[in-house]
């Protein structure tokens, strides 16, 4: 990064997710044990884990790692996220990677927060009542590795946010996986819907095939008997058309048609009265007479059809019996 006319380095972390170029890496300032990470910094949080408008807007093929650490220079020249620690806190221990990132720089760090003035020491305003704990929290913060903090702390902040996504994903897998297990079922109930639909239509077809080839047969048969009579005319009887096969069948035969012709008389009668070719009193007359004879014929053809019931029912009888 450059800041005020110098250059300086941050070292970064950038890991790179499974669903990457999709989604935005995720990307933490990694800072050395003679550097600590800036409080309450607008973009770089305690653990380090970095937010910029860059990686919430972040969309492929449109964004990308080179303009991403271009970006990250120019928001870390503003605001820088890291500064040295006072001498006191400076581990004589420092790795010679460390100390080689340091000397890359054009100058080094400076050894307070860039942007922050100098604060008084804490010790002018404490009490004595809190001196002891004030002393116990720098000696925990001297002993303490930055930078194993900042690991740990990036190490717990990537786990919760994988946990978060696994198990977002697995609940849109298994509900993905329910939907697929009743539409599987849908389709398996229709299938043998539309199973037994096919076969029945086939056995339609196949009973229509054979009715065709009787038609057809029938029709040939009649065509040659046509074909061999000579065309007459025939004077016939229509009523030695239908020959009943007993006295009963002849008896409900005569019934019937008895109790048919009665029946277009009143309508003939109804149509006469409506037109007024017949007087009320005649009418009246005429329909009671003609009521009570259709219902004696009515009669008598229930009564018959009791008698062939019976007949029937002997017949079969008789015919079990044998």
């Given at each position: 990064?450059?800041?005020q006319?110098q250059?300086y380095?941050?070292?970064?972390?950038?890991?790179?997710l499974?669903?990457?170029p999709?989604?935005?890496?995720?990307v933490?300032?990694?800072?050395?044990?003679?550097?600590i990470i800036?409080?309450?910094?607008k973009h770089?949080?305690?653990?380090?884990?970095v937010?910029?408008?860059?990686l919430?807007?972040w969309?492929?093929?449109?964004?990308n790692?080179?303009d991403?650490a271009?970006d990250?220079g120019?928001?870390?020249?503003?605001?820088?996220p890291l500064?040295?620690?006072?001498?006191?806190?400076?581990?004589?221990?420092?790795n010679?990677?460390?100390?080689q990132?340091l000397?890359?720089?054009?100058?080094?760090?400076?050894?307070?927060p860039?942007?922050l003035?100098?604060r008084d020491s804490?010790?002018?305003?404490?009490?004595?009542r809190?001196?002891?704990?004030?002393?116990?929290s720098?000696?925990?913060?001297?002993?303490?590795?930055?930078q194993?903090?900042?690991?740990?702390n990036?190490?717990?902040?990537l786990?919760?946010?994988l946990?978060?996504?696994?198990?977002?994903?697995?609940?849109?897998?298994?509900?993905?996986m329910d939907s697929?297990v009743?539409?599987?079922?849908q389709?398996?109930?229709?299938?043998?819907?539309l199973?037994?639909?096919i076969?029945?239509?086939?056995?339609?077809?196949?009973?229509l095939?054979?009715?065709?080839?009787?038609?057809?047969?029938n029709?040939?048969?009649i065509?040659?008997?046509v074909?061999s009579?000579?065309k007459?005319?025939i004077e016939f009887n229509?009523d030695?058309?239908f020959?009943?096969?007993?006295?009963?069948?002849?008896?409900?035969?005569?019934c019937t048609?008895q109790?048919?012709a009665?029946?277009?008389?009143?309508y003939?009668?109804?149509k006469?009265?409506?037109?007024g070719?017949?007087?009320?009193?005649?009418?009246?007359?005429?329909?009671r007479?003609?009521?009570?004879?259709?219902?004696?014929?009515?009669?008598?053809?229930?009564?018959i059809?009791v008698?062939?019931?019976?007949?029937?029912i002997?017949?079969?009888a008789?015919?079990y019996?044998s």
């Amino acid at each position: 990064m450059s800041y005020q006319g110098q250059t300086y380095n941050i070292p970064v972390t950038i890991w790179l997710l499974e669903a990457y170029p999709n989604c935005a890496p995720r990307v933490f300032v990694n800072p050395t044990k003679d550097m600590i990470i800036k409080r309450s910094h607008k973009h770089v949080d305690a653990s380090g884990m970095v937010s910029l408008p860059y990686l919430n807007s972040w969309t492929y093929p449109r964004s990308n790692l080179v303009d991403l650490a271009r970006d990250l220079g120019s928001m870390f020249g503003q605001d820088p996220p890291l500064y040295t620690k006072p001498s006191g806190q400076m581990s004589g221990q420092t790795n010679a990677s460390d100390r080689q990132g340091l000397e890359s720089a054009s100058l080094p760090l400076p050894s307070r927060p860039f942007g922050l003035p100098v604060r008084d020491s804490p010790r002018r305003h404490q009490s004595p009542r809190n001196s002891p704990r004030v002393q116990s929290s720098n000696i925990s913060a001297q002993t303490s590795d930055p930078q194993e903090v900042f690991r740990r702390n990036a190490i717990a902040s990537l786990v919760d946010r994988l946990k978060l996504d696994i198990t977002e994903l697995q609940s849109m897998r298994e509900a993905g996986m329910d939907s697929l297990v009743n539409t599987q079922s849908q389709l398996k109930q229709r299938k043998e819907v539309l199973k037994q639909g096919i076969d029945q239509l086939r056995e339609e077809k196949e009973y229509l095939e054979k009715q065709v080839q009787t038609i057809l047969c029938n029709t040939e048969l009649i065509q040659k008997w046509v074909d061999s009579h000579p065309k007459r005319k025939i004077e016939f009887n229509i009523d030695d058309v239908f020959e009943p096969s007993d006295s009963l069948s002849k008896q409900m035969l005569e019934c019937t048609s008895q109790d048919l012709a009665l029946e277009d008389l009143l309508y003939s009668l109804d149509k006469a009265v409506q037109e007024g070719l017949v007087p009320l009193d005649i009418y009246l007359k005429q329909v009671r007479s003609i009521s009570r004879e259709q219902f004696f014929h009515r009669a008598i053809s229930e009564k018959i059809q009791v008698a062939q019931y019976r007949v029937e029912i002997a017949h079969m009888a008789s015919r079990y019996a044998s």
